[in-house]
């Protein structure tokens, strides 16, 4: 009987961070948050994830950033392989080569691009062909916030009430385009701990210990509707203080956990104190942070003020570096180049593979 053939594909997804952030899990088997959330895909930072289905191998192979994956990063990877298998009607073992252009496990949201471009990229290899909405539901499988890395843009995930989890999926809620103005400083600072424990693991100790968390869960609507409508209307007044206190909100049910979850370092509390110097000062809400489970932290601002803020930051003790971003596409696939061709009038190119999002094709 003939092997069947090997097959792959490779997909880029790009980190997303969540304004409205879910952090629990009414059902952690089926991935279904307690709350909707809503977030913005990244341009220029991605994940680029290559899976092919290869019937001489003996089990599955994951790699990442160039090294073996531990077991507790291979487990996940595996357990979302198995469900693609499953859906395709496929038995072959798969390798897969996974790689950031951004720091992993600190906080830039690199299980959500991770994910999200595995599960486009095994789905294709697979030969299976699903809608953005069922792709979306796929990545939550792998990390919650992959299903809406699966767009671009501004994303929401509807936390859906069905306990099968079929009105559990992301949509996209405004194109990359909608808001050319906004922009998100990313501020990487130095010392970032890598999580030791998985967000999927450290939320539900939150749900299970912080007494804060049902006041959150209450409040999350409001935070979600105020943000919706101040993003439609273009609306940076009302943007910039929904988005610090719902992150103040996350961070403080995050720090009554038992054990408490404190992500942050010295120099990331001293940025939230100069992001909030910087709105005094101005007299008026020129800027917003936020922060997932890490010690990074994005800051939302307009283009016209990007540069003084940037400058104003980047002289608090513990940057690192900063990166200027905006809003950016969806999973895409990387399409190989072939070979260095002669183009007519004698000039060469280069082959090779790249996607829109590679910061080098920029």
Known sequence: MARPPVRAATF??????????????RDPALGLPYNSSLSVTLDRLRSRTTVRFDPTLDADTVELNGAAAADEQRRPVVELLDRIRSAAGRSEAASVVSDNNFPTASGLASSASGFAALAAAATAAAGLRLSGRALSQLA????GSAS??????????RAGRRADGADC???????????????????LVEDA???????????????????DFARRVAEVPRHL????????????????????EECDSFRRVCETTVPPLDYL???????????REINRTAGRPIAGYTHDAGAHLHIFTLRRHAAAIRRRVASVPGVRATLLVGPGPGVRPVVARGPRVTR???????????????PRAR
Do not use: C
């Open 169 to 187: 999926y992301a949509r996209p809620l405004l194109p990359p385009d909608h808001w050319p103005e906004l922009v998100d400083l990313v501020v």
């Open 265 to 275: 370092t010295s120099g990331t509390r001293a940025l939230l104190a100069t992001v």
């Open 12 to 25: 880029d997804a790009a980190p997303n961070i969540a304004l409205v952030k879910y952090w629990g899990m």
């Open 148 to 157: 809406r890395s699966i767009f671009g843009g501004f994303v929401e995930w």
């Open 140 to 143: 939550r499988f792998g990390s």
């Open 193 to 211: 701990p890598v999580k030791a424990v998985r967000s999927a693991d450290a939320m539900q100790a939150t749900v299970r210990t912080s007494p």
């Open 225 to 244: 509707a105020g943000i919706r409508r101040a993003l439609t209307d273009r609306d940076p007044a009302r943007l910039f203080p929904l988005v610090m």
């Open 344 to 358: 007519p009038g004698g000039r060469s190119a280069r082959g090779g593979s790249r996607s829109r999002a590679d």
